[in-house]
């Protein structure tokens, strides 16, 4: 029974860095780099939105999903019975 919750939350791990990381990869790669001839019309402190997320909106993303992942860890930790 222990292999099988150890499964469950390791499963449900994986999934929130699954997650995690592709909206990192969204924010930084692709809005910075693949789409930003797209948003070059839409400007955010005189630069278009694919330089300012490319400088600093990738930044404000990343340390979002810090405080997000460490928000879900400690949720799924108690509903797994490992909190600290």
């Given amino acids: ?3 099988k919750d150890n ?5 449900a791990n994986k999934r ?3 997650i995690c990381l592709a909206i990192w ?3 930084s790669y692709g809005m910075g780099i693949i789409f930003r001839p797209f948003l070059m019309g839409i400007k ?3 630069a278009d939105l694919g330089f300012w ?4 909106g990738s930044i404000y993303v990343f340390l979002i999903l810090i405080f997000f992942y460490a928000w879900r860890m400690n949720k799924l ?3 797994h019975g490992v909190e600290e």
Avoid at 53 to 56: D, K, L, V
């Fill in 1 to 3: 029974m222990a292999n």
């Fill in 53 to 56: 997320m490319a400088q600093q």
């Fill in 44 to 46: 955010i402190g005189g």
């Fill in 25 to 27: 990869a969204f924010c």
């Fill in 7 to 11: 499964s469950a939350y390791w499963a």
């Fill in 16 to 18: 929130l860095i699954f």
């Fill in 77 to 79: 930790d108690q509903k």
